[in-house]
């Protein structure tokens, strides 16, 4: 079992910025740095929709149009954490944040909830415009 949480979530205006962290604990026969890892959001009414993944090494990333070019994914294996930072910030961007863990495929596109074996609790990120 992986837990993981969130943290970094708040208020900020428009044009601001914001860095989540994510970090893993628990025990696992697999380490954190075998884990392919994400973010997704999901606002009031809307469905959870993927944000930005990245692959074990930290070599690979992917990230969802409307934050590309706005927000960069990585991580730090030694320290099992996962950071977002979100540059830019619109009022569209609020929503509930949430980290996620997948065992790596043979696929190389983790924007798929279902790739997912864990989730953190979330962490709001509200945006004022």
């Known amino acids: 079992q992986v837990q993981l949480v969130e943290s970094g979530g708040g208020l900020v205006q428009a044009g601001g910025s914001l860095r989540l962290s994510c970090t893993a604990s628990?025990?696992?026969?697999?380490?954190?740095?075998?884990?392919?890892m994400g973010w997704f959001r999901q606002a009031p009414g809307k469905e959870r929709e993927f944000v930005a993944a990245?692959?074990?090494?930290?070599?690979?990333?992917q990230y969802a149009d409307s934050v590309k070019g706005r927000f960069t994914i990585s991580r730090d294996n030694a320290k099992n954490t996962l950071y977002l930072q979100m540059n830019s910030l619109k009022p569209e961007d609020t929503a509930v944040y949430y980290c996620?863990?997948?065992?790596?495929?043979?696929?190389?596109?983790?924007?798929?909830?279902?790739?997912?074996?864990?989730w953190g609790q979330g962490t709001q990120v509200t945006v004022s415009s």
């Open positions: 996620a863990a997948a065992i790596p495929y043979s696929g190389s596109s983790y924007t798929g909830t279902t790739l997912y074996e864990y």
């Open positions: 628990g025990r696992t026969a697999r380490t954190f740095s075998s884990y392919a």
């Open positions: 990245i692959n074990w090494s930290g070599g690979n990333t």
